[in-house]
């Protein structure tokens, strides 16, 4: 117990490098000791590499079939954790989300992901209370519905996109109710013009707010999320284009941003809140939660996705397993029929009177040289695998995915070494047993 307990701990005080490197140490280590058993007083590599060379266009079947299922393999579970830490970050300056009672998840992707959703609306004095509370640094409306080809059309303030970019890549912040802010991904420039469709996608109408005019006249640095596809005009301009009243009193209907007067206030669909402390922003969930509103925090309701996603992942885990699986007894049927293409040569090395060992080792010295290849073939294969599909995934989602492998990956690829080198000693076991007189006459 006490022995337990020291190595429990001498593990614990290691850093996570030298954990992984170690763990990759000892998955490598069956195969190692194969190795070292196998070749003990042996050096056949000079007739291996002449095997290699004599059936080159056989081996190097043999190796792509390896490479691309090892790749297959990891670069399946490397996407996966590249989907979920890029749909994390894309989700991290949301701090908290206040909305009308509904579905959290329906309202996260529409708020923080752009996905289009009918939602019901915040009226101005609820807007009034979350933006007068004492612990909000900063309350922006989200409103959403209107867009540009297949740009979104958000209306906020300039807070919210201050809050979001940190600071515009060029131009200046919109100043009134007929200028815009585009995302870096947007086909606009500062200077361009367009009308809004009211709408999104294919149900979108784009004659339903001709006329309105705005004009670009900043643009956005990459966010790595949705909202650098949006384009984004102060909340009154929403508003204004769909003939509501513009969240300010009449006298004061030139300006834009807040305060805004809850008489005259339309509706927002969500409002991003910032406390000022980290603490207040439990109590601000707990303070919005009620039957009129709801408060939730975007990090939270992601985990819940993350962890339902964590079943996928176990599925997706089990199937790279399987198929190096499947792929180790292709790797056996593979050796067996190899080692037949050349088992004359074995057996009239046996009848000049070689070692039956040293025939072993020539043997499964060739089998380990094609896995090994074939493996670390693999690993260049799922290492562009991930690129490309990346970069397809970002394309279609908006949200920033930047997988690559990583020590899981290398796990798994050493433990398929070390099971396939262990396979690897059957055929050579095989090769050793035929008849050398029947071999000789065949």
């Known amino acids: 117990m006490l022995l337990s307990d020291l190595t429990s701990d001498t593990w614990q005080s290691l850093s996570p490098l030298a954990q992984d490197a170690m763990f990759l140490a000892l998955l490598l280590l069956p195969a190692l000791l194969a190795g070292a058993f196998v070749l003990r007083g042996f050096r056949p590599f000079a007739l291996v590499t002449a095997l290699l060379w004599r059936f080159r266009w056989s081996n190097l079947t043999f190796v792509l079939l390896i490479a691309v299922s090892v790749g297959i393999g990891v670069g399946l579970i490397a996407q996966e954790r590249g989907l979920r830490r890029g749909s994390a970050r894309a989700a991290e300056k ?185 603490w207040a922003n439990y109590a601000l969930r707990s303070d919005f939660t009620r039957h009129d509103m709801m408060a939730f925090f975007p990090g939270a309701v992601l985990a819940q996705l993350h962890a339902l996603m964590g079943d996928v992942r176990q599925i997706l885990s089990v199937m790279a397993v399987l198929t190096q699986v499947l792929v180790a007894a292709g790797v056996l049927t593979g050796l067996i029929i190899l080692t037949r293409l050349f088992s004359r040569r074995l057996a009239l090395l046996r009848a000049l009177g070689a070692p039956v060992r040293f025939v072993f080792a020539v043997v499964w010295s060739y089998a380990a040289v094609l896995i090994v290849t074939g493996s670390l073939a693999g690993l260049a294969v799922g290492w562009v695998g991930v690129r490309l599909i990346s970069e397809a995934v970002t394309a279609r989602t908006d949200i920033l995915v930047t997988a690559s492998l990583d020590w899981p990956e290398f796990h798994l690829i050493a433990a398929f070494v070390s099971l396939t080198a262990l396979i690897a000693l059957l055929p050579a076991f095989l090769s050793v047993t035929r008849n050398v007189i029947a071999e000789l006459r065949t």
């Open 94 to 278: 949301f701090d908290l989300i206040v909305a009308a009672p509904g579905s959290e998840i329906t309202m996260m992707f529409a708020a923080v992901y752009l996905r289009p959703s009918d939602v019901p609306l915040l009226d101005g004095a609820a807007f009034d209370e979350i933006a007068g509370h004492d612990h909000v640094d900063l309350a922006a409306p989200i409103a959403f519905g209107d867009s540009f080809g297949d740009a979104p059309v958000v209306g906020t303030t300039a807070e919210f996109v201050t809050h979001l970019a940190g600071g515009l890549a060029e131009g200046r912040m919109f100043a009134a109710t007929d200028e815009a802010i585009a995302g870096v991904k947007v086909n606009l420039a500062p200077g361009d013009t367009f009308s809004p469709a009211h709408g999104v996608e294919d149900g979108a109408d784009e004659d339903a707010h001709e006329g309105h005019e705005i004009t670009v006249v900043g643009k956005m640095p990459p966010t790595g999320s949705p909202w650098d596809r949006a384009i984004l005009v102060p909340v009154e301009s929403v508003w204004q284009v769909h003939g509501l009243a513009r969240g300010h009193a009449p006298e004061r209907s030139g300006r834009i941003g807040p305060p805004f007067d809850a008489d005259y206030f339309p509706g927002t669909p969500a409002v991003l809140v910032r406390a000022d402390a980290l």
